[in-house]
């Protein structure tokens, strides 16, 4: 489930949230995942990776990872991503372009808080997309902080949300005949430029 906070009431916005009411009402199973791309700039590559979004907070939208992931890193060398959702019991897919940073660590530590201990005792222990010896390495790191996690265990500085503020989004549906419809929303100079497209 995303969580909607004072959600923005431009276009893109509400034609957003009509369709995930739909997704949800049609019972979208995975509905808050949403496929992230960055560009590598090192290595000279795109990488895509699923993430979860918590939240859409007026037209900030959050999701939470480990600050020394790949992904952070790429995110803090170039912050143009390429976020993608697919809604198949809609047959929608949300295309979008966007610029992302790093929330306030207030948002994080509020958050935080609501986790279960089990999540933050992974965050914690986890050194994400680092390589290991072994699995068993990853359970005993796990084992080890999940025994230490109290109610006033501190959320590690490595770890927090991310927000992206897209500046494009295409709403497609699929239709018989392959006849579907692309509606753009394009941000220019502070306002929404609606277009549609060939399918
Ligand atoms: C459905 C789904 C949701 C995921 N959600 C998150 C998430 O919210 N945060 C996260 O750090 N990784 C999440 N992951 C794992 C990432 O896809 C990825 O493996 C991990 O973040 C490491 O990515 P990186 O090496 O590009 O930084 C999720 C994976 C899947 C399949």
Redesign the pocket.
């Known amino acids: 489930m995303i969580k909607f906070i004072n959600l923005s009431n431009e276009k893109p916005y509400i034609h957003f949230q009509s369709l995930y009411e739909k997704a949800l009402a049609n019972h979208q199973r ?1 509905i808050e ?1 949403i496929s992230v791309s ?1 560009f590598n700039q090192e290595m000279n590559e795109v ?1 895509a ?6 939240y859409i907070a007026s037209n900030e939208w959050i ?4 600050y020394n ?4 890193q ?1 995110f803090d060398s170039h912050s143009q991503v390429s976020v993608l959702i697919f809604w198949p019991t809609i047959n929608t897919q949300i295309r979008m372009k966007a610029s992302i940073s790093k929330t306030s660590k207030e948002f994080s530590d509020e958050h935080f808080k609501l986790r279960t201990k089990e999540k933050n005792a992974l965050a914690i222990s986890s050194n ?2 680092q390589s290991i010896e072994s699995f068993d390495q990853v359970t005993k790191n796990f084992q080890k902080t999940l025994s230490s996690i109290t109610p006033y265990t501190v959320r590690p500085d490595y770890w927090g949300g991310f927000s992206f503020i897209p500046y494009y989004f295409e709403f497609w549906q699929g239709h018989k005949n392959r006849l579907n419809k692309r509606h753009v929303f394009e941000q220019q100079d502070g306002e929404w430029m609606e277009l549609l497209l060939q399918p």
């Open positions: 995975g995942a960055s990488e990776r699923y993430v979860n979004l918590k999701f939470f990872s480990n992931s790949p992904k952070a790429q994400q997309s």
